[in-house]
């Protein structure tokens, strides 16, 4: 198991949550402190609206869904990026909603990740839906798949990192070998 994240905002263990006008903005000073602005934990039926994230310089991402999070809409959102990725999605999440989300590119690689390994819970994410997603600058969206079903994708320009992608299922392959050898994971 790797160190819990420092997390700005966390939501877990939350079923029927309704968020409206929230932002999230640690300021210049708090940011490089935190591994991820929003953490999303095993939260269900949840809707986040006129969501603002502000960050760009913290360790790891903007927003973070693990652990399982199901039936998740976050819609009419502005997201900066972190230092690994604006959004990641991972750890057996399903049925994740993206609509109407503006993207602030980050220091990252990518800017949507959607299946990276999570030492919480090694199901693969399906049914995720990306809907009118953007990059503020009108770049592509950069997008990478690993352990995943592949997104639904509507309305967006969308640059698939393929080898990026493929990089990310070998590695979550081999952390999910290591922790069945090491009687961690089922």
Request: net charge neutral.
């Amino acid at each position: 198991m790797s160190k819990p994240d420092r997390n700005f905002l966390s939501y877990a263990d939350s079923e029927g949550l309704e968020i409206l006008n929230l932002t999230v903005d640690p300021g210049p000073e708090g940011d490089e402190t935190y591994d991820d602005l929003l953490k999303l934990s095993h939260v269900r039926s949840a809707s986040f609206r006129n969501l603002v994230v502000l960050g760009g310089r913290q360790k790891e991402n903007a927003i973070d869904m693990n652990r399982g999070c199901s039936d998740v809409l976050i819609a009419g959102a502005v997201v900066q990026g972190g230092r690994q990725n604006a959004i990641t999605i991972k750890g057996g999440c399903s049925d994740i909603t993206l609509r109407d989300v503006t993207i602030k590119r980050g220091g990252g690689n990518c800017d949507i990740e959607i299946g990276n390994h999570s030492d919480q819970n090694f199901n693969r994410t399906r049914r995720v839906r990306l809907i009118r997603v953007r990059m503020d600058d009108g770049s592509p969206v950069r997008l990478r798949v690993g352990h995943a079903d592949e997104p639904l994708i509507v309305d967006c320009e969308v640059e698939r990192q393929f080898w990026a992608s493929l990089a990310v299922k070998f590695y979550v392959t081999a952390r999910q070998l290591y922790a069945r050898l090491r009687g961690l994971a089922p």
